[in-house]
């Protein structure tokens, strides 16, 4: 199942007509360039192409009036006074002969990529589209936009496919205030956006995208925003607010579709956003997104207006569509003071609307609007720009290095498996030659004498070094042993020139901690067993009370607590460890591996006991990049599993910033 790519050319007939400084960074440019970037990688041609077409009036009539509509037609004929005039009515928008067409064709290119993504002709894709969408309105024109190509999707897609819910991610450095208004009152509708707002200084300058905007009557909890309070946010601060905000409500949603309003405006460089998040970001956040409704996910382009990191930033999004392993997150130091306040009351403002959000330790609700004290006192900023990075903020364009080449390993996914256990489709099945010198210093050190044994650890090894060749790309091991298989590649990976190893062990089995805490290694471990004790900052047990039986409490777990701690750790090799009984199903098994694989370039090494055969196939099957099953509607977790992770958090969070959720002089949680 591929990836759909959706473009023309007609796109980019149309451009500002005067002078306009506010509209003069909207160029046919962005797309042409995206696009070459997309064919010199040779990413256009591993895509379905897909062609665009016209929206229909119905379509568009989804989303906006009759009356905008007739407007908006009579522009081909105008002249370039009537059309100078036209565009006063609305901010920040021009008009152009073309643009009607252009404004048709990229609310049905969209609608080309819905099709092809809800009737399983591709697993996702990306439309390049101009004018972009977010921000025009029911009746109105706004910041670039004519029709508002994503509403329109998620109003078609419901309609068309019967389809209950519709997640729309908007990563786009402004507001979609017209996404907003379209869905303020609708639950099946989940609308997220965070956005520069700099408390309310920032274009389009609306109470509306403050963080206590929820959405109304019935839809209320269904709008997330996340205001920027100040410029140069940075990774780590993209992927707190995923990691503690966005995820965790969007699998408790559990959408049916995935849109993304993907607007690269938020990428470093831009000139509108003066945001410091690399192009790369992007792969990681498309890939913590691809896990949902069963991976069907649509990006489409919004915003991005400076060129070089516009098609760096879309060229990683079509890539990890793909499927390519993403590049390993550099320089995740942890949010910002001004990321953590907003992360607070985002969190704060949605704790009665979501279970993932409600039994997290109690924040103090006088701090909530930062807005009004940043406002009033304007003092104190000098300590926060520091934190921004905003003292090296010039009008110079600040550089950064080319993303780094990311190649697919020759093999994907191999699997070393005992005879007679079948390998499957897709999968290479993994032995290595043996090497009787290698065997003897296995037999030695595991004190084993099966040949079984011997072979598998054997091939272990050899396994691990290849994935550091990047030969290969992950792995699975079926072994009679898991804590002997695991020693055994913790080990080598050491000497295989693996710099960290991150190993999640799942299920209670005795995992004989190392007495590593020289961060060679960094163990999570999930079981019902209150025994263990957190033993430093490289070995950390997660309790639940019913283990990894209760999905929601798992996944939470797994949200706010694995990734952040993962990404932060930076590891070049994942070890999963699945110990028999661990009570976790096969649907949070498989999202637990499909996540995991945005880390150390996607390689992961499973190992799983002998008796688990019939759990091979599904972890290939996520392995090999294919979406894992949809969780369903998450139930409220455990009180008491919620209570003990938010602990494990606040004393994990000196030495993890990822997992900070608040500022330390507005959380009231210092210890
Ligand atoms: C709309 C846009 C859509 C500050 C001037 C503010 C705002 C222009 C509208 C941007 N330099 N200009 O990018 S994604
Ligand atoms: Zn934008």
Redo the contacts with the bound molecule.
């Keep these: 199942m591929g990836t759909a790519l959706i473009y023309d050319e007609e796109m980019t007939k149309y451009k500002l007509l005067w002078v306009d400084p506010?509209c003069k960074i909207e160029v046919p440019e962005r797309l042409t360039v995206s696009h070459e970037a997309l064919v010199k990688t040779g990413l256009a041609d591993r895509c379905v192409a897909v062609p665009v077409r016209e929206a229909t009036e119905a379509d568009i009539l989804l989303v906006h009036s009759e009356e905008y509509l007739e407007a908006v037609k009579k522009t081909p004929y105008m002249t370039l006074e009537e059309l100078k005039e036209f565009t006063l009515q609305y901010g920040?928008v021009y008009f152009h002969p073309n643009i009607y067409h252009c404004a048709k064709l990229a609310a049905g290119a969209t609608l080309q990529l819905v099709d092809s993504v809800m009737t399983g002709k591709v697993r996702n894709g990306m439309a390049l589209v101009r004018p972009?969408g977010h921000?025009s309105m029911r009746s109105a024109a706004s910041?670039?936009?004519v029709f508002n190509n994503v509403a329109i999707a998620a109003r078609y897609a419901k309609q068309k496919y019967g389809i209950k819910r519709v997640l729309i991610v908007d990563w786009?450095v402004?507001h979609g205030q017209g996404v907003q208004y379209c869905f303020e009152d609708d639950p099946s509708v989940l609308y997220f956006s965070w956005h520069r707002y700099e408390h309310q200084k920032y274009?389009p300058q609306l109470r509306d995208s403050d963080y206590g905007c929820v959405g109304k009557e019935k839809g209320a909890g269904f709008n997330i925003n996340v205001p920027w309070n100040k410029v140069g946010m940075k990774n780590s601060d993209y992927l707190s607010v995923f990691c503690h905000v966005l995820l965790p409500i969007a699998y408790e949603f559990s959408p049916d579709l995935v849109l993304v309003c993907a607007?690269f405006?938020s990428a470093i460089g831009d000139p509108?956003g003066e945001m410091r998040a690399s192009p790369d970001v992007f792969a990681h956040l498309t890939h913590l997104l691809m896990n949902l409704a069963g991976g069907k996910l649509c990006a489409v382009l919004?915003?991005g207006y400076n060129l070089t990191s516009l098609h760096q930033s879309v060229c990683q999004t079509v890539q990890t569509l793909l499927g390519d392993p993403a590049p390993r997150p550099a320089n995740l130091d942890g949010p910002c003071t001004s990321a953590l306040e907003s992360l607070h009351c985002v969190r704060a403002a949605h704790r009665q609307y979501w279970s993932c959000l409600k039994h997290a330790a109690e924040l103090p609700t006088s701090d909530f609007s930062t807005k009004r004290i940043k406002l009033d006192e304007g003092g104190g900023e000098e300590e926060e720009r520091q934190k921004t990075g905003e003292e090296e903020k010039s009008t110079e364009e600040e550089a950064w290095p080319e993303p780094p080449k990311r190649f697919t390993p020759p093999v994907s996914t191999a699997l070393v498996l005992p005879e007679g256990v079948a390998c499957p489709d897709g999968c290479k099945r993994f032995t290595s030659s043996e090497d009787p010198v290698i065997i003897n210093k296995l037999r030695e050190k595991f004190l084993t004498d099966s040949d079984d044994d011997l072979t598998t650890l054997s091939s272990l090894t050899a396994l691990v070094e290849k994935m550091e060749k990047n030969e290969i790309g992950n792995g699975l091991a079926l072994v009679r042993d898991v804590s002997m298989a695991m020693m055994c590649v913790v080990e080598h990976a050491a000497t295989a020139h693996h710099d960290r190893v991150l190993i999640v062990c799942v299920g209670d089995a005795v995992v004989q901690s190392q007495g590593t805490d020289d961060g060679k290694t960094l163990l999570v471990q999930f079981s019902n067993k209150e025994s263990e004790e957190q033993k430093g900052k490289f070995h950390i047990p997660v309790c639940l009370k019913k283990g990894c039986s209760d999905v929601s409490g798992f996944t939470q777990a797994v949200l706010g607590l694995l990734l952040p701690l993962g990404y932060q750790y930076d590891p070049s090799l994942v070890l999963l460890v699945r110990t028999p009984g661990s009570g976790l199903c096969d649907g949070a098994w498989q999202q637990l591996t499909g996540l995991l694989q945005g880390l150390a370039q996607g390689h992961t090494l499973v190992l799983m006991q002998e008796g688990e055969k019939a759990c091979v196939g599904p972890t290939a099957s996520s392995l090999l990049g294919v979406a894992a099953p949809s969780l369903g509607k998450l139930h409220a977790p455990l009180t008491e599993d919620v209570e003990a992770l938010e602990r494990l958090r606040l004393g994990l969070q000196a030495d993890w910033k990822l997992l900070r959720t608040t500022a330390p002089e507005t959380g009231g949680e210092e210890h």
């Design positions: 506010a920040d972009p921000h910041g670039f936009c786009d402004h274009w607007g405006d509108e919004e915003g």
